[in-house]
């Protein structure tokens, strides 16, 4: 029968003081505790990384900062003479990331308060926001692109037109928010592509990009709350942020636990489904596939619901311009992005314009009207509202 062991990390560390971080001896001296030699060499090798025990030569990890590796010098006797500790700061700055955002975001965004629901709403239709690449965290000057574009500049364009769309739609039952990949600009500290590695014009520091990044989700959901009774939302998984996408969806799920009116489609694949009457939905970036060839992978893919569809939507972004084509199964559209050009995409020809769409869905007619708001009426709209 296996014994007890200690779980808690104060008590295992005052004994493993106690004996001078000596395995043997810790063992030796309980072996009513532990049977098992292996857990506690182990454990002090975890504290000693974490800097909660000293290593051999007395030396401890600074902390926030990860041990990678020693060097240790022994005299004649095989005492520790010298001993070069190695640390890895930039892996330890890459596992706060995410908790410094998420952090500082509960820190400085109130607790959300219940948002009163519309109880004048239409069941038989559904609205579509769209959100084309938005590259929060793009830098741009406008010397150089044609337009200055930061942090800020994408905050307040996303909302107010995210607003200008509410304002302007149909109040039906539900909308679904779909941010067709690249929400984020970087996926890293390093302001590269994740797969590329190609370098990019980034605005701040990754954990403040996140930050505001994530305060836009909150703003443009809590929006759709005030309109919709229900509000879904999907971050498709783009080139520029495989990882952030996935942690995207995972915040929203966390901030809105109470709240069951928001409903977030997290599915880690890069092809996401939804059926509304007889619409079918399909949500991917476009990176991966080829617009011939999604009507294809959705009938495989969601083969339940193809039946019961007449009308077959692909939502996807990545090329940045406006296309809609019309295949014998689907229709694929891209969107254009509010963003502007970044210096590579200005330096090589890119014109496309910059807008976002709201779609309204029929259950049983499909697409039956859209709104455009482009980049010049958000301007508009921004100096009226000063």
């Known amino acids: 029968m296996k014994k007890t062991k200690y779980t808690t990390t104060r008590d295992f560390i005052k004994i493993a003081l106690a004996y001078n971080c000596n395995v ?3 063992f030796d001296n309980n072996r009513d505790k532990y049977d098992d030699i292996s857990s506690i060499r182990q454990r002090i090798r975890d504290y000693r990384k974490k800097g909660l025990l000293p290593l051999d030569s007395g030396n401890t990890v600074s902390t926030g900062e990860l041990l990678s590796g020693t060097s240790t010098l022994y005299d004649e006797d095989g005492k520790v003479k010298l001993q070069w500790v190695k640390t890895n700061v930039e892996a330890s700055d890459k596992l706060q990331a995410f908790k410094t955002a998420l ?24 609205t579509i926001y769209t959100i084309g690449d938005a590259h929060i965290g793009m830098l741009a000057w406008g010397k150089e ?41 970087s996926d890293n500290f390093e302001g590269k592509t994740a797969r590329g590695g190609n370098i990019l014009d980034v605005d701040g520091r990754y954990p403040k990009v ?7 989700t909150t703003e443009l959901i809590n929006l759709a709350l005030g309109k919709h009774s229900k509000v879904r939302w999907r ?27 928001v409903i977030v489609h997290d599915t880690p694949n890069m092809f996401m489904y939804h059926i509304f009457g007889k619409n079918l939905i399909g949500v991917t970036h476009g990176h991966t596939a080829k617009a011939e060839a999604l009507g294809d992978i959705m009938a495989i893919d969601a083969k339940e619901y193809w039946s019961q569809s007449e009308y077959r939507y692909w939502y996807t972004g990545h090329i940045h311009h406006q296309s809609v084509k019309e295949f014998r199964s689907c229709v694929v559209e891209t969107f254009r992005t509010l963003a502007s050009k970044d210096a590579w995409h200005s330096s090589s020809g ?10 309204v869905l029929h259950k049983d007619f499909g697409e039956i009207s859209r ?12 100096k009226e509202i000063k």
């Not at 495989?242 to 709240?259: C, D």
């Open 145 to 185: 692109s044609g337009e200055d574009h930061d942090i800020a500049i994408a905050e307040k364009d996303l909302i107010t037109a995210t607003h200008h769309l509410i304002s302007q739609s149909i109040p039906t039952t539900e909308c679904f928010i779909i941010d067709v990949g690249d929400y984020f600009h």
């Open 103 to 126: 952090d500082s975001l509960l820190i400085d965004i109130e607790p959300i308060e219940p948002i009163k629901e519309n109880e004048n709403t239409e069941d038989d239709k559904l």
């Open 24 to 26: 043997q001896e810790i």
């Open 210 to 216: 996140l930050e505001i990044g994530l305060r836009i």
């Open 371 to 382: 709104t455009t708001v482009g980049i010049r009426q958000i301007r508009q709209i921004q």
């Open 350 to 359: 890119y014109r496309s314009g910059q807008s976002m769409k709201s779609i």
């Open 235 to 261: 971050s498709a998984i783009g080139n520029h942020n495989e990882h952030s996408a996935i942690m995207i969806s995972a915040f929203i799920k966390a901030y809105y636990r109470n709240e069951p009116r």
